[in-house]
Every structure is written in structure tokens, then in C-alpha cells.
């Protein structure tokens, strides 16, 4: 298109008409910016009618008394009321945040932890080591699937194959999923399980390590631990930073197996009561719409935070090799 | 992204300052579309209320229910439209769990059901924010019939002075035992207006001789805790406010505590799973205790889920403290535009003697005691003669509906499994648990 319009726009704006000219030049830009929304429109109107303006509605309605029922044009504004419950008339609230933290700051280090054990077992070059890599990824295709989480409670409750197994030692198991102090512990070594994603993403990184730099630190001397802190860690901290702030969010909001344990209701005794699930169950279950998106509004601008202190953290531990060698 | 575009569309003068006008006048342009295209809808939407129930009519029905229960009401409502080729039904349908989200959900989109399922632990959430359609002038029109129904049944449907729902069959609190386990072991089966103590006693005997827990402790559930309270001369709730007191609370907890050390009932993660509303989580027919407490029209759906024989006794305590519940309802949403239709096939659901017929008991016993009379008369299925028997006897002793849970109550149950499971792990004492459940509750419906 740009290759038929572009040749005439050139030939009509001669020095001959100058007014003519930029009206003309105007209409056809009109109409190539014009093309470009058309061709931009699927994208547009998904993020509008998506995101946009659902989030817009949703910070409207944070302000409101909403219960889902009553149609939107009933609602009451109340101002500020539904933060001020959140931060000083719901102590279940409180206790989802600490759930959710608690959940996050476990699961997260353990998760990466793994995945770059994994990645670097995986990453010599051995015969069959293709097939384990996709053996290990294989549980993070699954995702965060319903189906995954019916199967991790059947594995571990009393009577699961995880109690079986270890009877085989002689050890009587816990009822894990439904003990309130190792539900949470039961999601969290789900998610550790599943650290397909970001170990692919270590192994690219291990990739990209230049072969010369552990030649060289060989030849001065330094052992394999010497070689991971000083060659491995610093050039693999750009990855590591990357899975960080993806893992991170990505545990705050874990909703679907914490739903699935306790049949939607953050049991037992609170004890998955994660963020996400407080606030379905506030929105959906207790019918209090406005509470439930001044949450997801203060879970955002949290989110933000951790993600922004995370960022301004980095420069002090983050080494990008390439910029270096720039200057 | 061409390679020759670069090039040649080089920027020429007087584009730069005139393109983000037009930019922003097109975003403008698209916004306003975007916001007007809702509005244009629902106006749309709106105009069709004017039309009328002339001409064909496609009724939105939503229930939830196994597949059994599905199977039944299709076939009911393929009556009607037998009746009235001009009606056709859209049914949708699903589990308990997730229903009311589901509802609500719908509700909001804009797109409800003109018909639906509710049970008395949402009806007021719902008639108390308009959403169910006043029914009363209907019933006064005699095209909604109630006459034949027990008055406490159809006034367990009243909210606020408003007919909120129509009691799609009656049923009323059920101990469910493991007849079969028992005989086995030769113990005696419990019987209607034993004491909570002896309940408590008997089940301690069945767990030391079968080696399974007795009885499954209620005190996470607020029928069980419900009927005991009306035992105690209290209620669940009195008018706006809650109808017990702390001490209350602690009494019950205390006294399955007391349970629970005597080893009558299972462990605490045990008593956990039987807390699922679900009834083939129920620890009857999972084996893991000889008693549940459910209701009583549940009988057949549990019957399907274990080999062994059930037999059904009515709570300890009083029977009195019991009442003509409706099991659930069906309701008319306010907006629809097919009111007059949806009365009449809820007037035939629970009037017609062929449609009542075909629905038996599955949604508790007919509502229409005329009707209940002719089923009770020519139930063949075991389950279903066990359940009318029993339900029969029951009534005979039934005290006075109480009032129909307040909004809020969906969070006043939840809270109740909360505080009780603090105390059944041992977490909380009884009155630590109970004060938790007051604090809660009074955020709840405050």
C-alpha cells in the first residue's frame, strides 16, 4: 500500500499549488492512518472492550456499593469506604495478604532455585538430554489447569499415592490437603512443580554464556563452584532477574488450584485463602462487587510496587555484558 | 513493515503536526463508539419488553441438580411445550457448587434466566435486591395456584411482604444412617427424638464396636445448628438480626467437642471433606462415618452412591424444632420479558398432576399436597417410598416455619464452617470460636 501512495503524494506536492497540495496530502494521510486502525482494529477493540474499559469500569466501581445484582445504573458512590473496610474492617483480608505473601516468598525462590539446578543438568550435552528437557517442561504445558489441581489433591490427601508411597518406608502420612497447616504447603510444592517455564528460560540464557570466559577461568585456576559464582551467576543475572519479576507476579496471583483444594472457599479454616480467591469469593460468593474491585485495584498498584522495587534493585546486582563491553 | 516503504513515504513537512489531530479525533470517534454500542443494546433490549408473549416464546430456564434431576424437568417441560407448541424452553443446568456464582454472574452480563432454581440461603440476597419477580398479584389472580399447598410452605417463600418464590417441593432436615453397618454389628438404629447425649452416646458405641466414626460432627453446618438452636427456644435469626448469642454458639461447640473426645465422631481433616455441600463427598457413603446430616429428600441421590442400605431418622432433640422447608424454589426474574409464560409453567410444574407425576421427589415432596397424596400412592422406587414415608411421618411433627435467612447469610454459613473448624482442629477453644463467629456475623449482615 505505502508503495502506491507514497509516489503520488510525492508527485502532487510540488511547489505549484500549495494549498491544494496539503489538502490533498492531508486526505490521502487520513486515509492511510485510517487504513492503519482498520488494520489495527481487531487488536483495538479487544483492548478497549478487554481491558480498557472494564479496568476504567472496575475503578469506577471500587467506589461503589455494586453487588452484581442491581444494575449498574442503582449503584451508590461511597466513596472511599470499601479501601477503608479493606485496610481497617476486614481482618480476613489481612489474613489473605499474609497467606499470599507467605505463599509467594516460599514458592518463588524455591521455583527458580529449581529450575536452574535443572537447567544446568540439562544443559551439557549428553546423549538423550533433548527428551528429559521436554520431560521437564512437560508439567508446565499443563499449566495452571483444573485437571492438574484435582489430580494433586487425589495424590495428596489420606488415602493419596503420595501417603501410599511413603508407607512404603514404613511412614504413616498426613492428610495434606486437608490439614490447615500443609494445605498451603501442598499448593506451594505444586508450583515449585511446575518450573518448566522459567527453566527453559534459564537454559537459553546458559546458552548464551561465552565458552572462553569459563576456558579462562579455568586457566587461572578457579573450580566448578568459583566458575558458577564468578562466570555462570553474573552472566545469567539479566535471566535471573527476568524469571524473578515474571515467577513473582505469577505467584501473587495463583488462584486456580487454591480454588480447586478448597471447593472455592480458601479452606481449610482460611488456610488457601490466597488474594485472587478472597476476592472471588467476596465479588461472586458474598455479592459485594465493589469490595471485591477495590481489591483487585490495591493488588494491582501492590503488584506495581514490588515489581518497580524490584527494577530499582536490580542495577546493584544485574550485569548486562553487552553494554560493558561497549564502553 | 515493506522494505521500499521506508524509503520513499519519507515525512513530508506538514504531516507531523497534522496527524496526532487526526489521531486523536479518531480515537475520540472510536470511544465514543465503543461506549455507545452498549447503550444502543440495551436499549434495544429494553424495547423488546413492550412485545408481549404473542407469538412463539423461548423461556430461559436454569436449575442446578444431577443428571437425574435434569432428565426429569426436561421431560416436564417437553410437557409443556406439548401443551403450548408456541413455548419452547432453553434449559441450562449444572452441579450446586458454583451455581449461585454462576447466577450472579448471568444476572450481571445482562443475560439471566427468565426462570431459575433458588433455595431459601439465597432468596432474600436476591428478592431483597429486586432481582426475583413479586409473584403476589399472580397468586391473588389465581394464576399462580398455591391453595393446595401447606400455608408454611408457600409463606417460606415470602421476603419482605413479597412472594420472592414458589416452593418447588418441601423436605426437612435428615439424620442418614448406614443401616447395613449396623446390623452387621447388631447395634440398635437411631430413632426420631433421641437426645443430643444419647445421639452423641449412641455413636460412641457404634465407633467403638464397627471401628467407623459414629456420626459426623454437624457443627459446621447451620441446619444441624439451626434445628438445635430452635431446640433451645432460639432461632437462626430474628428479624434483621442474628437470633443466638455467644454463649450459644459455645454450648453447641462445646458439645461436639465433647464429642469429639469420646471418639464418636471422625478426625478433624475427615470431618473436613463431609463439610463439602457436595453429596458424594458425604461421609455416609464414603464409608468414613456411619451418620450424616443432610435433607431428607437427598435420600435417593445418596442411595446412588453406596452399596449399603440407608435409613433416615429426623435431627435429635425435639422433632418440633423441624419445619416444612421449602427444598428450593423457582423464581421469576423481574425483568423478563416472558413473565405471564414463566408463572404459568411454575403453576404447571407444581399444579399439573401429569407434570408433578413425572417430577416424583426428586426436588422433595410435591408441593401440592392433592398431588403429594396420588405420588406417595404410586411410588414404585424404594428410595423414593423410604423418603415420602419419612418425610410424612416428620410432618405430622413439624413446628412453625421460622423466617427465611437474611442477606448475608451466604457469609453467616460460611463463617460458621470457618469458626467450627477452629475448634475442630483445635485451634481455637469453643468460646474463642464462637466469639470469632459473632464478630464475623455481625460484619456480615451488619
Redesign the interface.
Known amino acids: 500500500m505505502?508503495?502506491t501512495?507514497?509516489?503520488d503524494?510525492?508527485g502532487r506536492?510540488g511547489p505549484a499549488g500549495p494549498r491544494r497540495t496539503?489538502r490533498g496530502?492531508?486526505r490521502a494521510?487520513?486515509g492511510e492512518?485510517?487504513a492503519g486502525?482498520v488494520f489495527l482494529s481487531p487488536w483495538?477493540?479487544g483492548l478497549?472492550?478487554v481491558t480498557a474499559?472494564p479496568m476504567l469500569l472496575s475503578l469506577w466501581l471500587s467506589f461503589t456499593d455494586y453487588?452484581?445484582?442491581?444494575p449498574l445504573a442503582e449503584v451508590r458512590w461511597v466513596g472511599l469506604a470499601n479501601y477503608e473496610r479493606m485496610f481497617t474492617?476486614?481482618p480476613?483480608y489481612w489474613h489473605a495478604v499474609r497467606v499470599t505473601l507467605t505463599f509467594a516468598l516460599v514458592a518463588v525462590p524455591l521455583k527458580l532455585a529449581a529450575a536452574l539446578g535443572v537447567a544446568l543438568l540439562l544443559n551439557r550435552a549428553w546423549r538423550g538430554v533433548g527428551l528429559f528437557r521436554g520431560l521437564f517442561y512437560l508439567p508446565s504445558l499443563l499449566g495452571g489447569s483444573v485437571a492438574l489441581a484435582i489430580v494433586w489433591v487425589n495424590m495428596f490427601?489420606?488415602d493419596g499415592a503420595f501417603n501410599s508411597f511413603l508407607a512404603l518406608f514404613g511412614i504413616e502420612g498426613l492428610?495434606w490437603v486437608?490439614?490447615?497447616d500443609w494445605a498451603l504447603e501442598t499448593l506451594m510444592v505444586l508450583a515449585v512443580w511446575q518450573f518448566g517455564a522459567p527453566m527453559v528460560i534459564f537454559l537459553a540464557g546458559l546458552k548464551q554464556v561465552p565458552a572462553e570466559l569459563y576456558e579462562a577461568a579455568a586457566v587461572d585456576g578457579a573450580g566448578t563452584w568459583r566458575r558458577f559464582r564468578a562466570v555462570t551467576l553474573p552472566m545469567l543475572s539479566p535471566v535471573i532477574f527476568f524469571n524473578l519479576v515474571l515467577e513473582t507476579i505469577h505467584g501473587f496471583q495463583g488462584f486456580t488450584a487454591a480454588f480447586v483444594l478448597s471447593?472455592?472457599?480458601g479452606?481449610?479454616?482460611?488456610s488457601t485463602l490466597m488474594y485472587t480467591l478472597k476476592l472471588y469469593?467476596s465479588g461472586?460468593?458474598?455479592?459485594e462487587?465493589g469490595y471485591a474491585s477495590a481489591m483487585a485495584w490495591v493488588f494491582l498498584v501492590a503488584i506495581a510496587l514490588i515489581t518497580a522495587v524490584f527494577f530499582s534493585t536490580g542495577r546493584f546486582w544485574v550485569h548486562y555484558s553487552d553494554g560493558e563491553e561497549d564502553r | 513493515m515493506h522494505p521500499a516503504t521506508s524509503p520513499t513515504a519519507g515525512v513530508p513537512a506538514g504531516r507531523n503536526h497534522r496527524t496526532p489531530l487526526t489521531r486523536r479525533r479518531f480515537v475520540r470517534g472510536l470511544a465514543a463508539v465503543a461506549l455507545a454500542a452498549p447503550l444502543a443494546l440495551g436499549a434495544a433490549a429494553c424495547g423488546g419488553d413492550e412485545a408481549g408473549d404473542d407469538g412463539p416464546v423461548k423461556l430461559s430456564v436454569f436449575w442446578w441438580g444431577g443428571d437425574a434431576r435434569a432428565k426429569l424437568t426436561e421431560d416436564a417441560l417437553a410437557l409443556y411445550t406439548k401443551k403450548h407448541p408456541e413455548v419452547t424452553f432453553e434449559k441450562t443446568w449444572q452441579a450446586n457448587q458454583g451455581y449461585f456464582d454462576k447466577l450472579a454472574t448471568l444476572t450481571a452480563g445482562g443475560n439471566p434466566p427468565d426462570l431459575f432454581q433458588i433455595d431459601d440461603n439465597y432468596l432474600a440476597e436476591y428478592a431483597g435486591r429486586s432481582t426475583t419477580l413479586d409473584l403476589t398479584s399472580f397468586k391473588d389472580s389465581g394464576k399462580l395456584d398455591v391453595s393446595k399447598f401447606p400455608k408454611s410452605l408457600w409463606q417460606y417463600g415470602v421476603v419482605d411482604g413479597k412472594l420472592a418464590g414458589v416452593a418447588a417441593g418441601e423436605n426437612t432436615q435428615g439424620l442418614v444412617y448406614n443401616r447395613t453397618l449396623l446390623q452387621k454389628h447388631g447395634l440398635p438404629e437411631p430413632t426420631t427424638g433421641m437426645t443430643w447425649e444419647q445421639h452423641i452416646a449412641w455413636a460412641e458405641q457404634v465407633a467403638k464396636k464397627t471401628k467407623v466414626p459414629g456420626t459426623q460432627d454437624p457443627s459446621a453446618d447451620y441446619k444441624a445448628f439451626w434445628v438445635w438452636l430452635r431446640q433451645q427456644g432460639k432461632d437462626l435469626y430474628n428479624g434483621t438480626e442474628l437470633g443466638f448469642t455467644a454463649d450459644d454458639v459455645t454450648k453447641w461447640f462445646e458439645l461436639w467437642k465433647g464429642a469429639r473426645d469420646r471418639g464418636a465422631t471422625p478426625t478433624p481433616d475427615v470431618i473436613h471433606e463431609g463439610n463439602a455441600t457436595d453429596i458424594t463427598k458425604q461421609l455416609v457413603v464414603t464409608g468414613k462415618a456411619a451418620t450424616s446430616w443432610v435433607w431428607a429428600n437427598q435420600m435417593p441421590d445418596l442411595k446412588k452412591n453406596t452399596k449399603d442400605e440407608l435409613g433416615v431418622v429426623a435431627y435429635p432433640g425435639d422433632p418440633s424444632a423441624q419445619w416444612a422447608r421449602a427444598s428450593m424454589y423457582w423464581s421469576v426474574l423481574k425483568g423478563s420479558k416472558h413473565r405471564d409464560v414463566a408463572v404459568d409453567v411454575i403453576n404447571f410444574l407444581t399444579n399439573d398432576p401429569e407434570a408433578v407425576a413425572l417430577l416424583g421427589t426428586d426436588r422433595g415432596l410435591p408441593s401440592n399436597l392433592d398431588l403429594r397424596a396420588k405420588v406417595s400412592e404410586t411410588a414404585t422406587d424404594p428410595a423414593m417410598k423410604q423418603s415420602i414415608q419419612v418425610e410424612s411421618d416428620l410432618a405430622q411433627k413439624f413446628g412453625e416455619s421460622p423466617q427465611v435467612p437474611i442477606k448475608g447469610h451466604s457469609k453467616v454459613r460460611s463463617e460458621l464452617t470457618k469458626a467450627a473448624e477452629n475448634a475442630q482442629y483445635g485451634r481455637a477453644t469453643p468460646a474463642q470460636a464462637a466469639e470469632q463467629f459473632l464478630a464475623a456475623c455481625k460484619s456480615a449482615i451488619g
Do not use: C
Open positions: 505505502a508503495l501512495t507514497a509516489p503524494r510525492t506536492a496539503r496530502a492531508g494521510r487520513l492512518g485510517l486502525y483495538l477493540i478497549m472492550g474499559i453487588d452484581i445484582l442491581t474492617g476486614d480476613s490427601n489420606r492428610p486437608s490439614d490447615p471447593n472455592g472457599t479452606g481449610p479454616v482460611d469469593i461472586f460468593t458474598d455479592l462487587m
